[in-house]
T-cell receptor
Framework: AQTVTQSQPEMSVQEAETVTLSCTYDTSESDYYLFWYKQPPSRQMILVIRQEAYKQQNATENRFSVNFQKAAKSFSLKISDSQLGDAAMYFC????????????????FGEGTQLTVNP | DSGVTQTPKHLITATGQRVTLRCSPRSGDLSVYWYQQSLDQGLQFLIQYYNGEERAKGNILERFSAQQFPDLHSELNLSSLELGDSALYFCASNRGRGETQYFGPGTRLLVL
């Protein structure tokens, strides 16, 4: 079974600075997807960024970028020019790309990292 | 707004009761997923439906059941409720296995 680990329960950053959130995962598969979701105080789950394992290029979405290290099974999220609205719980998630009768397309989540942005 | 809707937003009930949570997926999405977010268990996958058929099961209790209707909306039924069932229940949807899942706003269940 796949597992996702976020070793930083809490992180803080000054407004306009850069912060990196860590995520490691364990899988025996070679083809999969990785995601970062953001959960603000409203509790809505919002997709931040997605990475396909077969792509070597790191995904980027505006101020958000990832450092995907497949061999090390590491998937960190970098937030540049942090804004007050970035304050939220961030979840790393894994999903297989294979179609299996039993596992379907479920997401496996890490424990989350609570990010505080200080003005 | 993800396009996924969930009702009700909040639900307060007593132990031993039964409740039904409803989810309407994004237009065109065939897959519906249910997740539970609790303080002690984190975010856990419960069950997936694809075009009306059960596709995968996670750590879903026998007291819980779900179904997806012909119009593709889904319902999660929770029965014989216990205090530990208090949680935020999310529904997510996508068009197929390669697609990103988009989450609804969740239903916050409190069992007293």
């Amino acid at each position: 079974a796949q597992t996702v680990t976020q070793s930083q329960p809490e992180m803080s950053v000054q407004e306009a600075e850069t912060v990196t959130l860590s995520c490691t995962y364990d899988t025996s598969e070679s083809d999969y997807y990785l995601f970062w979701y953001k959960q603000p105080p409203s509790r809505q789950m919002i997709l931040v960024i997605r990475q396909e394992a077969y792509k070597q290029q790191n995904a980027t979405e505006n101020r958000f970028s990832v450092n995907f290290q497949k061999a090390a099974k590491s998937f960190s999220l970098k937030i540049s020019d942090s804004q007050l609205g970035d304050a939220a719980m961030y979840f790393c998630a894994y999903r297989t790309r294979a179609l299996r009768e039993t596992s379907g397309s479920r997401l496996t989540f890490g424990e989350g990292t609570q990010l505080t942005v200080n003005p | 707004d993800s396009g996924v809707t969930q009702t009700p937003k909040h639900l307060i009930t007593a132990t031993g009761q039964r409740v039904t949570l409803r989810c309407s997926p994004r237009s065109g999405d065939l897959s519906v997923y249910w997740y539970q977010q609790s303080l002690d268990q984190g975010l856990q996958f419960l069950i997936q439906y694809y075009n009306g058929e059960e596709r995968a099961k996670g750590n879903i209790l026998e007291r819980f059941s779900a179904q997806q209707f012909p119009d593709l909306h889904s319902e999660l039924n929770l029965s014989s409720l216990e205090l530990g069932d208090s949680a935020l229940y999310f529904c997510a949807s996508n068009r197929g296995r390669g697609e990103t899942q988009y989450f609804g706003p969740g239903t916050r269940l409190l069992v007293l």
